[in-house]
């Protein structure tokens, strides 16, 4: 996990100000945490990672809502890094959380 993973609570639960303050200010980690924490290892294991070697003209697109992605270092004198973000909204009358 990283630093701003404080914790982890079920979709729609009212966390109070006092609350969010304990998990910021004081950097306090819930124990939640450590259930994904524990599925770190298999989640980034060789059989789900990719580890790009980059061409001129490449190109890559992921979806941030079901991926774990990092940038790696790399050579910012000898190249230049360009990032775009793409986002896709839904047809007219459609209502994109009902996607998968």
């Known amino acids: 996990m990283n630093s701003s993973t404080c914790t982890v609570v079920p979709k729609g639960t009212q966390i109070s100000q006092a609350e969010l303050d304990k998990f910021d200010l004081e950097a306090y980690e819930d124990p939640s945490v ?3 924490r524990s599925l770190l290892p298999r989640l980034t294991g060789p059989e789900h990672t990719i580890k790009w070697k980059w061409k001129p003209g490449d190109l890559i697109v992921w979806d941030n809502r079901s991926t774990i992605h990092c940038g790696t270092s790399y ?3 000898r190249y230049v890094r360009e990032m775009w973000r793409t986002t896709i909204l839904p047809l007219p009358g459609e209502n994109i959380r ?3």
Request: glycine share 0%.
């Open 98 to 100: 009902s996607h998968p």
């Open 75 to 77: 050579d910012q004198e």
């Open 34 to 36: 450590n259930i994904l």
